[in-house]
């Protein structure tokens, strides 16, 4: 009899075991495969973070032109001014301490090429809003009895003069300039020096920031 019930309580015990074997292996299954799915989530996610392109104009201001209905963008530490000049031309002006952008927008202007603009030595398409392609270029142009270095916005037509889409009749262009001393200085600018310029890519981003 006794050893009857002896066999029975380590029956009892075997099972009551074997259950304990089983949710601890449950358990450690359940915590590998919580750890192992946690990380394949984030080893999934963080690329999708890092491919996201920067936006290289946080921190940046905007200017406006009441004449042609544009709007720009300009590092915070570079100056703004707009003047009206006695053409009845509005001039801004974006100085930075290397590179200036100028925009003079005129009124019912005949001539839209730009006659100065000797050879273009680069080029880039871009888009701006409610205007369509327009090309980036690095010019050699005319400066009064020499020659000098300019940035400058054509449309792939090669108007210079962009027309405004909300205010009939005026036109604006868009120019890059390095901040020299001198006109001879500017003269004596070679292309080479002028891409060399610490603030040359700044001025190429202002002038693609244009919105009308």
Request: hydrophobic share 35%; aromatic share 10%.
């Amino acid at each position: 009899m006794s050893h009857k019930d002896s066999s029975k309580g380590f029956s009892i015990i075997e099972a009551v075991i074997l259950i304990v074997i089983v949710v601890i292996i449950g358990l450690g299954g359940w915590w590998i495969w919580k750890h192992s799915h946690a990380k394949n989530t984030t080893t999934h996610t963080q690329p999708l973070s890092t491919n996201r392109p920067d936006n290289p104009y946080v921190g940046w201001k905007s200017a406006a032109s009441a004449m042609a209905g544009f709007s720009i963008k300009y590092p915070a530490d570079w100056t703004y001014s707009s003047v009206m000049g006695k053409d009845n031309a509005e001039h801004i002006t974006l100085t930075g301490n290397h590179m200036q952008v100028i925009m003079s927008s005129y009124k019912d202007l005949l001539d839209t090429q730009c006659d100065d603009c000797i050879q273009t030595l680069d080029s880039a398409r871009f888009t701006v809003p409610n205007v369509g392609a327009v090309d980036l270029k690095q010019v050699t142009h005319k400066l009064d009895n020499g020659l000098g270095q300019a940035l400058v916005l054509e449309l792939p037509n090669s108007t210079y003069y962009l027309p405004s889409k909300s205010h009939t009749g005026v036109s604006t262009t868009f120019r890059g300039f390095s901040v020299l001393d001198s006109e001879q200085a500017y003269q004596n600018e070679t292309a080479a020096q002028f891409v060399a310029n610490p603030e040359y890519k700044i001025a190429q981003t202002i002038l693609k920031s244009i919105t009308y």
